[in-house]
């Protein structure tokens, strides 16, 4: 059976309905999945970011910061159900990542709160460049995220708009093993088709 390895940034929108989508999909195929940590603040250092990006690269620090802390303390186990509880108050609710917030999420996946320090250590910035750089070894190139790798043959993507529904999401996740099977399978992409919507 194929081991999947999802790599997003808690930040990214597009990564959250591909996440929900895989592993709604995985668990019923029984298809092992494991989410990991990739940076977008460490992909875009040193790039002129737009003026209404730096919000988001700001927050990608921030959080990245906070997610290696979380793993480094738990493993990487740790890494879904702190997204879970994190991205649901980022992209469902649309709420601030004020302190009680994070502190309600790492008190929900029975992380101590005094990790919510980790959000402006700095010392952690080194775990969250590791991280990402594996995510870059994994594609073998440089992608945002969120990045797919199945039996460590890795892709940029899949990108979805929307959730599909529980049957068309096995169907998609079939596929996506399927090409991932085929060495020669290279790239399979659309044009953009604007941002995700994001179901409660």
């Known amino acids: 059976m194929a081991a999947v390895d999802l790599y997003l940034d808690p930040v990214c929108p597009f990564s959250w309905v591909t996440a929900h989508w895989l592993l709604d999909a995985a668990q019923s195929t029984q298809t092992p ?50 997204y879970e509880s994190v991205g649901r108050r980022l992209h469902v609710r649309g709420e601030d990542l004020t302190d009680a917030a994070i502190h309600e999420a790492l008190t929900e996946n029975g992380l101590p709160e005094t990790l919510a320090g980790a959000l402006d250590d700095r010392g952690f910035d080194e775990a969250v460049r590791r991280a990402h750089q594996a995510s870059q070894d994994a594609l073998g190139d440089e992608a945002g995220s969120p990045i797919i790798a199945i039996d460590g043959r890795a892709f940029s993507g899949p990108v979805l708009t929307r959730s599909p529904d529980a049957k068309d999401g096995v169907r998609l996740l079939d596929a996506v093993l399927a090409m991932a099977a085929v060495p020669e399978f290279a790239a399979l992409q659309r044009p953009y088709q604007g941002p995700p919507t994001i179901e409660g």
Do not use: C, I, W, Y
């Not at 989410?35 to 990608?60: F, Y």
């Open 33 to 82: 999945v494991t989410l990991r940590q990739m940076s977008l603040a460490v992909l875009n250092e040193g790039k002129d970011a737009h003026a209404e990006q730096q919000p988001m690269m700001e927050r990608s620090t921030r959080l990245g910061r906070l997610f290696a802390a979380a793993v480094d303390e738990r493993g990487t186990d740790a890494f879904a159900g702190l």
